[in-house]
C-alpha cells in the first residue's frame, strides 16, 4: 500500500495487442492508406505530447520532450511508411501485419548500426504496438494521457512505467503486486495513493469514479461527485497535519533516530530528513541497451550529492523484478536465487567498477558525504571485497545490505569488513519465509513484524552495537508508523524511508519513550 487518498475518474492500461491470424486483402490501396493513416497519428499524438512537455518549463520536462519529438520522427520516418505499403501491395499483408513487418525490420536496420542508434531500436517495440493497436482500433498501450487526472488501473506496472508517470495521475491500483513490490514502492516514493493486488480492478469501466485509500487498502467504485470531493479534501486535510511536522526523529524521552529518505533520482529529493539512506541508482540504467556513459552517471549522481548532503548510494540492484537490457543476462529458471544485485559482478564485474569510479568523481567534485553500500551480500568475503574497491577509489565508507538470512547470521563478519550494514525488510522477508513478494497472497508471510524477521533485524542491531557501527533499516518497514517502533526497539539506529512516511513515522516515534519501544518489540518474540 501508498498511504494517502485521491479519488477520479478510472482509466486502465492497455497491454500490447496481439496480432490477430492474417486476413485476405481484398483492396490493397485502402489496407495501405489504413497503414500510413495510423503512423501520421502515431507521429502526430507523439509531437503534440512533446509540445505539451515543453510547455511545462521544467528540465525533467524538457528531456522527456527530446525523447517524445526523437520518437515522433521515428514513427514519421518515410522509409518505414514505405515499408509498410510494399509489405501490403508486393506481399499481400494486411494493414497489421505490413506495420509489425515494417517496424520489424526497421528494428534489425538500426541495431546493425550500433552505438545509440542501436540503444534506440529498443523504442521501435513500443512505437510498433501503438500503430498496430490503432490499425486494430484497440486501445493504446503503455501508461495511456486522457488528458485530465485520472486514477491508473493496471494489471502492474515495470519499474519504467512507474518512474514515468505524468502529473496527471492521481493513484495507482493494480490487480497485480504485493505490498512491497516495486509498483508500490515506487508508489510511495512519488506519494501517490496506491493498492495493490485488487481483484477484478480490470473490469472496472474507464471514466467510473472510484476512490482509493493507500492506508487502508481500500478501493470505491462508483462514488458520486460530491463523495469524491469528500474524499479529496480529507486527503487534503491530512497531507497539511502532516507538513506541519518537522524536526529530527527522536522517542519521546529524546532517544535520537535518524530519518532518512528512500529515492531513485534528484527529483526525488524532497525537504524534512536527515539525509538520504538509500539512493537506488538502477532507475539510470532502465530499458537501456548500452549503459549509461561515465559522464552521464557522474551527472545524475551529482545532482543528488549537490541536493542532499549526506547520501547512501546502492549500487547496481540488477536482476529478478529489475531486469536490465544492457547487461545481456540470461534467462534463469529462478532469477530470484540466481546473478541479481552484487553477483552481477561474477560476470561483468567491470560494470562496478564504473559505477564506483563516477561515484567518486561525483563526490569528489560535489563534496558530499558520499556512502555507498553493495546489494544482495551474502558472504564475508563478498562484503570485504566490495569496501576494498570502494576505498581504493576514495569512498571512505562502505557498507552492504543485508537481504538474506546468510547475512543477517553473519552480521558480526560483515560488520568486521565494512562500516555499517543496512537492513533491506522488503527482500530479507521474501527470503525467510520463501514467500515471493509479488505475490498477493502471500502478504501476510511478508508482514514486517513476524518474529522470525524481528529477531533477525535484533541479531543485525546487536552486532552493530557490539562493533560500535551503524545499523539502519532502509526497507518498506522502516515508513510504516506501526512497525518503526518495533525497529527502534530491536536498536536499529536509522530508518529510510519513501519521502511521504517521515512525517507519521516522526509522529509515531515521538509518541513512545525508548522503553516502550522496546517493550513492543519484545511482545512479538514471546
Keep these: 500500500m501508498s498511504r494517502g487518498r485521491a479519488a477520479g475518474p478510472s482509466v486502465r492500461m492497455a497491454a500490447p495487442p496481439v496480432l490477430p491470424a492474417p486476413r485476405r486483402v481484398a483492396d490493397p490501396d485502402a489496407e495501405a492508406a ?14 503534440h505530447r512533446a509540445a505539451q512537455a515543453r510547455a511545462a518549463d521544467a528540465e525533467d520536462a524538457a528531456e522527456g520532450a527530446e525523447i517524445l519529438e526523437a520518437l515522433a520522427m521515428m514513427a ?8 509498410a ?35 534506440r531500436a529498443a523504442d521501435l517495440d513500443d512505437l510498433r504496438a501503438r500503430a498496430v493497436a490503432a490499425v486494430l482500433g484497440l486501445p493504446v498501450p503503455g501508461v495511456p494521457d486522457p488528458g485530465h487526472p485520472f486514477v491508473l488501473v493496471a494489471e502492474d506496472l515495470s519499474p ?92 519521546a524521552d529524546g532517544h535520537p533516530v535518524k530519518l532518512l529518505h528512500n529515492i531513485g533520482s534528484a527529483a526525488d529529493l524532497r525537504p524534512g530528513a536527515e539525509g538520504v539512506g538509500l539512493f537506488r541508482t538502477e532507475f539510470l540504467f532502465l530499458d537501456r541497451r548500452q549503459p549509461p556513459s561515465h559522464e552521464e552517471q557522474v551527472a545524475a549522481y551529482a545532482r543528488v550529492f549537490a541536493g542532499a548532503g549526506t547520501v547512501t548510494v546502492r549500487t547496481l540492484d540488477a536482476g529478478t523484478d529489475k531486469p536490465l537490457p544492457f547487461l545481456g543476462l540470461p534467462d534463469e529458471p529462478n532469477p530470484a536465487l540466481g546473478v541479481r544485485g552484487l ?42 571485497d566490495f569496501a576494498r574497491r570502494a576505498r581504493a577509489r576514495g569512498i571512505e565508507r562502505a557498507g552492504v545490505m543485508v537481504e538474506v538470512p546468510a547475512a543477517a547470521l553473519q552480521a558480526d563478519e560483515l560488520l568486521a569488513e565494512v562500516d555499517f550494514l543496512s537492513i533491506g525488510t522488503n527482500d530479507l522477508a521474501q527470503y525467510t519465509f520463501a514467500a515471493d513478494r509479488q505475490h498477493p497472497g502471500l502478504s501476510d508471510l511478508l508482514d514486517p513484524a513476524q518474529p522470525a524477521l524481528l529477531r533477525l533485524i535484533g541479531m543485525c542491531a546487536e552486532a552493530g552495537r557490539r562493533a560500535g557501527k551503524a545499523v539502519g ?54
Excluded at 34 to 47: N, P, S, V
Excluded at 87 to 104: E, K, P, T, Y
Excluded at 345 to 367: C, H, K, M, N
Design 85 to 119: 505499403e510494399a509489405h501490403v501491395r508486393d506481399d499481400g499483408l494486411d494493414a497489421a501485419h505490413a506495420l509489425d513487418a515494417a517496424f520489424s525490420a526497421h528494428k534489425e536496420a538500426l541495431a546493425a548500426l550500433g552505438g545509440y542508434l542501436a540503444e
Design 343 to 384: 553477483r552481477v559482478d561474477r560476470v561483468l564485474p567491470g560494470v562496478l567498477d564504473a559505477q564506483l569510479d563516477a561515484i567518486a568523481e561525483a563526490a569528489r567534485a560535489t563534496g558530499a558525504d558520499v556512502r555507498v553500500m553493495a546489494p544482495m551480500v551474502t558472504t564475508a568475503r563478498e562484503a570485504a
Design 473 to 526: 533499516v532502509c526497507g518498506e518497514a522502516a515508513g510504516d508508523p506501526a512497525v518503526a517502533p518495533l525497529l527502534v526497539g530491536l536498536g536499529v539506529s536509522s530508518l529510510s524511508m519513501a519521502p511521504v512516511c517521515v512525517p507519521v513515522v516522526r509522529e509515531a516515534l515521538a509518541a513512545l519513550t525508548l522503553r516502550e519501544c522496546r517493550e513492543r518489540a519484545r511482545a512479538p518474540l514471546g
Design 34 to 47: 489504413a497503414a500510413a493513416k495510423a503512423l501520421d497519428t502515431l507521429a502526430a499524438d507523439l509531437e
Design 160 to 251: 519504467a512505467d512507474t518512474v514515468g508517470l505524468g502529473p496527471r495521475v492521481l493513484a495507482l491500483v493494480t490487480e497485480r503486486g504485493g505490498p512491497t513490490s516495486h509498483t508500490a514502492i515506487l508508489a510511495r516514493g512519488r506519494g501517490l495513493p496506491a493498492v495493490v493486488a485488487c481483484a477484478g480492478v480490470m473490469d472496472v469501466p474507464d471514466g467510473t469514479m472510484i476512490g482509493v485509500d493507500g492506508l487502508t487498502g481500500e478501493v470505491t467504485v462508483g462514488l458520486t461527485e460530491e463523495e469524491a470531493e469528500r474524499v479529496r479534501d480529507s486527503d487534503r486535510r491530512e497531507r497539511a497535519r502532516l507538513a506541519a511536522s518537522t524536526g529530527p526523529g527522536r522517542t
Design 76 to 83: 514519421g520516418d518515410p522509409t518505414l511508411r514505405e515499408q
